[in-house]
């Protein structure tokens, strides 16, 4: 028997996705209140915006949103004429992703209160602790990427 207990509250793979969860949640309430739009849309017009087009693979990729709920997001989208499917010149398979002009009206509406509710909650820490997080979950995510730490 070790001395070292597992105590969840303390596990920080569990804090991350518990914070991750928490904040998300609210975030949603608000795009849902606000525009309608759901985390998962929003995170696919985001990323269509920044891209310009943009297969659903590649959201997948960026997002690590399964393809399931990025498929059922572009469906949406594209319902309510925010997204076009276009042709991929690249692969005759897939379709590429593009904003309409609605769809680009959305993101200007949202990007703003997106970086204004992000400067509400990160405002309560100091330019250093915020750079100090982001570096670490870069970090993290090349480990976990790399996946040594993850091998027998």
Known sequence: MTDKMLRLNDFLPYRLSFTTALLSDRIAQIYEALFDITIPEWRVVAWVAEKGSITQQQICAHTRMDKVTVSRAAIALTKRNLLQRLPNPEDRRSHLLALTAAGQQLHAAIAPKALELESRIFSHFSAA????????LRRIDQIVLDGEEFTP
């Not at 602790?129 to 670490?136: A, C, K």
């Open 129 to 136: 602790e915020l750079d100090g997080f982001r570096s670490m």
